[in-house]
């Protein structure tokens, strides 16, 4: 009960406090702002756009031919599991989608796709 959890984004252990306060739970963790459940929401850095439907058909489409490149169905692939959900965008797949859209050889529908993915991709803040 009285065991310190190591932050992972902090060198120093998180202390709990077991200050009872009016309308907070009695026992948080106590840290550095970007650390603890409390500050979850602050932290969140989920987008709100999703893949519209005109693109989402589009990825299908990149999916289904037989001529398309691996790195087109892989960012396809990630734009049509955005569609519907808040999920992001990774480096790795942001990487190839970059690489789709320099490509000249690059069908329309695989570029679209691209674009879509790229739009998800959350920034690094500074």
Avoid at 53 to 66: D, E
Avoid at 94 to 123: E, F, I, M, N
């Amino acid at each position: 009960m009285g065991r310190n959890r190591q932050c992972k984004n902090y060198a120093e252990p998180l202390e709990r406090d077991f200050a009872a306060k009016p309308n907070q739970p009695s026992c948080r963790f106590v840290g550095p702002p970007f650390c603890g459940p409390r500050n979850k929401k602050a932290t969140s850095m989920a987008k709100s756009e999703s893949t519209s439907k005109k693109v989402a058909s589009a990825a299908s489409k990149v999916l289904r031919s037989k001529t398309a490149s691996k790195a087109e169905k892989a960012v396809a692939a990630s734009a049509l599991t955005q569609k519907g959900s808040t999920e992001t965008t990774s480096a790795k797949v942001a990487a190839t989608a970059s690489k789709v859209l320099r490509d000249p050889k690059a069908s329309k529908a695989a570029k679209s796709a691209a674009a879509s993915a790229l739009t998800q991709k959350v920034k690094k803040k500074k």
